[in-house]
T-cell receptor, first 114, second 112 residues
Framework: DGGITQSPKYLFRKEGQNVTLSCEQNLNHDAMYWYRQDPGQGLRLIYYSQIVNDFQKGDIAEGYSVSREKKESFPLTVTSAQKNPTAFYLC?????????????FGPGTRLLVL | QQQVKQSPQSLIVQKGGISIINCAYENTAFDYFPWYQQFPGKGPALLIAIRPDVSEKKEGRFTISFNKSAKQFSLHIMDSQPGDSATYFCAASSGNTGKLIFGQGTTLQVKP
């Protein structure tokens, strides 16, 4: 099956702790994205990557970090600097670099703070 | 100028009725306008998309109407069914960035 997988489905973070959310795709897509979704709000872009070893900040990058060492993988780290991390995190990918192409979403990870 | 404004925030429709969700944008560089459907606890899935060279696109019960001069586009769901109950997001992007700008979402409830 082709698609995007995110793990874990639920993640709990303690105060001062960094946590990493996994995103893997086997669609051979060049571009990958991370979004944050809060209740009653649209999706807000955290980071995106159009090619391996390159990524750009989105609209709400503060307190987050990413890496893109492999085409298939785009992990997101929520650092202790992110003071309000509780949200639903969505990873997406698209075929083209810099084009208006369809983005395909993973099932999401819900992050909760203990 | 990067915003996409979506309305209404919530919508209740009787089974068999027409659901209409509207979006407006400012950036005339936008050239791709998708609609996504999201069920609770799931990731959004592409429903239908349009480019500004056409004024309407229909796929089954779902139709996008696009008004380039007014910078508005809307989703029409004909013969709405309880299974259509979900949150719908409009979005827009321009070719030079590939970034999608999402509207705030509309929660649709279709009553049996």
């Amino acid at each position: 099956d082709g698609g995007i997988t995110q793990s874990p489905k639920y993640l709990f973070r303690k105060e001062g702790q960094n946590v990493t959310l996994s995103c893997e795709q086997n669609l051979n897509h060049d571009a990958m994205y991370w979004y944050r979704q809060d209740p009653g709000q649209g999706l807000r872009l955290i980071y995106y990557s159009q090619i391996v070893n390159d990524f750009q900040k989105g609209d709400i990058a503060e307190g987050y970090s990413v890496s893109r060492e492999k085409k298939e993988s785009f992990p997101l780290t929520v650092t202790s600097a992110q003071k309000n991390p509780t949200a639903f995190y969505l990873c997406a990918s698209s075929m083209a670099r810099g084009g208006s192409e369809t983005q395909y979403f993973g099932p999401g990870t819900r992050l909760l703070v203990l | 100028q990067q915003q996409v404004k979506q309305s209404p925030q919530s919508l209740i429709v009787q089974k068999g009725g027409i659901s209409i969700i509207n979006c407006a944008y400012e950036n005339t560089a936008f050239d791709y306008f998708p609609w996504y459907q999201q069920f609770p606890g799931k990731g959004p899935a592409l429903l239908i998309a349009i480019r500004p060279d056409v004024s309407e696109k229909k796929e089954g019960r779902f139709t996008i109407s696009f008004n380039k001069s007014a910078k508005q586009f809307s989703l029409h769901i004909m013969d709405s069914q309880p299974g259509d109950s979900a949150t719908y997001f409009c979005a827009a992007s321009s070719g030079n960035t590939g970034k999608l700008i999402f509207g705030q979402g509309t929660t649709l409830q279709v009553k049996p």
